[in-house]
């Protein structure tokens, strides 16, 4: 392997080690003790998957307690603003007002952090016995130096999602919450074993579970690599200009277009006002917060239905079927049986279309059906398919884009001595 992917993927464990440091580093202030026994009796809920999702850094109270979270959140808004605004989805395109773009998506991540930061501070003051809670100090300097701790962990895994991105491999948001989730496997398989031991869960049901995790990867991988080739051809003196060079004969265009998002965007949003509602102690709330729990079919057929719209949401943006066809045209190509520009964008965004539904199912269901056969079996939450389906996509992702990596330094090679 090349020594600049060597160092690429080196860079990238780096930081997701700094990312797990944070996750050990409290909020000053506080009760752990009664942090961790109130996180032990609430790990079925959203307070539960809002953990997973970070870690095990909420149930720490760490720095870190929010996570990523605020920014996906901001990044939602944004992408709606966009697809409703003009002028802001034309800022997007281009290189400086991508620029000023990122600039808003960051004071939005600020400002929600702050709310979620001071929503939790105040929630806290319902846990353990003392007059404050969990709280150990003034609860004026402790508004204080949480709010500061939680805006400062956030910024922090936003600035080492981008250097991931920029220095290293992979999507350094995705490979944040995959880390997140990966380091709660091994705590999570000894729980399981534990509950077989104990005969609170059946040895067969043990391996039922187990073939359905199996059975869902070997989904995931399968869907995640199948794509439909639109064939192209090109006009003989097309062919004759470019004979040392590779002209790609056809379009891929995945069945999966919108990727790992869908479900993490869905996730986010669910998560965001459940965990506001749990740190209230009203009763009409707490049963509002109970009823949108992970545990529960509400959770679950709103998770369904936002899979679904952010999927076709998502592929929209990523697919431009009137650039390619552009692009098509430009180069001097063309799919048979259609004609150049408006036939071949329809074509493709009919092909795309018919693609996503198809993908938006098979999200939605990954991300709800192992839930519903796992109930069944009286299983731990964080086998959910969310979860598994975040992993595998991320990792498929990051392989992938080193393998990207691993060529590309082979094609310089090859370009510096002259082969």
Same mark, same amino acid.
């Given at each position: 392997m090349n020594k600049a992917v060597v160092g690429k993927i080196l860079i990238t464990l780096g930081f997701l080690f700094l990312y797990r440091i944070l996750a050990y580093v409290p909020i000053p202030g506080v009760d752990l003790a009664a942090i961790k026994s109130f996180f032990d009796n609430n790990s079925g809920n959203a307070l539960g998957l809002f953990n997973m999702f970070s870690g095990d850094a909420v149930s720490r109270l760490s720095i870190i307690s929010l996570g990523i979270m605020p920014y996906i959140t901001a990044s939602i808004v944004m992408e709606l603003l966009a697809a409703t605004f003009p002028n802001l989805a034309k800022m997007k395109k281009e290189r400086d007002g991508m620029q000023k773009y990122m600039q808003i998506v960051r004071y939005a991540t600020i400002f929600i952090t702050i709310i979620q930061a001071i929503s939790v501070s105040f929630g806290l003051k319902s846990i353990g016995h003392g007059p404050n809670g969990a709280i150990m100090i003034d609860m004026q300097t402790f508004l204080l130096i949480s709010t500061f701790s939680m805006l400062t962990g956030t910024m922090l895994l936003m600035w080492i999602g981008e250097q991931i991105t920029q220095r290293g491999v992979g999507n350094g948001i995705s490979l944040i919450i995959f880390a997140g989730i990966v380091s709660g496997i091994p705590s999570a398989i000894a729980g399981t074993f534990n509950l077989a031991n104990t005969g609170v869960i059946n040895f067969l049901v043990l391996i039922g579970i187990f073939v359905i995790i199996l059975a869902t990867v070997f989904v995931i991988i399968y869907v995640e690599l199948a794509e439909r080739r639109i064939p192209v051809s090109y006009a003989r003196k097309v062919i004759m200009q470019n004979q040392n060079k590779r002209i790609m004969n056809y379009i891929p265009i995945k069945l999966n277009l919108s990727g790992v998002i869908p479900p993490i965007f869905a996730s986010a949003l669910l998560v965001f006002p459940s965990t506001i509602l749990q740190a209230s102690s009203n009763k009409t709330i707490q049963a509002i917060a109970?009823?949108?729990?992970?545990?529960?079919?509400?959770?679950?057929? +709103?998770?369904?239905?936002?899979?679904?719209?952010?999927?076709?949401?998502?592929? $929209?943006?990523?697919?431009? $079927?009137?650039?390619?066809?552009?692009?098509?045209?430009?180069?001097?190509?063309?799919?048979?049986?259609?004609?150049?520009?408006?036939?071949?964008? $329809?074509?493709?965004?009919?092909?795309? $279309?018919?693609?996503?539904?198809?993908?938006? +199912?098979?999200?939605? +269901?990954?991300?709800?059906?192992?839930?519903?056969?796992?109930?069944?079996?009286?299983?731990?939450?964080?086998?959910?398919?969310?979860?598994v389906l975040i992993v595998v996509q991320v990792a498929i992702d990051t392989m992938r884009k080193i393998e990207a990596q691993i060529y590309m330094n082979k094609y310089k090679t090859l370009s510096a001595v002259g082969f």
């Open positions: 109970d009823f949108l729990s992970p545990h529960g079919y509400a959770y679950n057929i +709103l998770m369904f239905l936002l899979v679904i719209f952010f999927a076709y949401f998502y592929s $929209s943006i990523v697919f431009n $079927s009137k650039d390619i066809a552009d692009n098509l045209k430009r180069q001097g190509g063309y799919i048979p049986g259609m004609r150049p520009g408006e036939g071949t964008s $329809s074509f493709l965004n009919s092909v795309a $279309s018919n693609l996503t539904f198809w993908g938006s +199912l098979y999200l939605a +269901l990954i991300s709800t059906l192992p839930w519903i056969l796992v109930k069944g079996m009286g299983v731990p939450f964080y086998f959910g398919g969310t979860a």
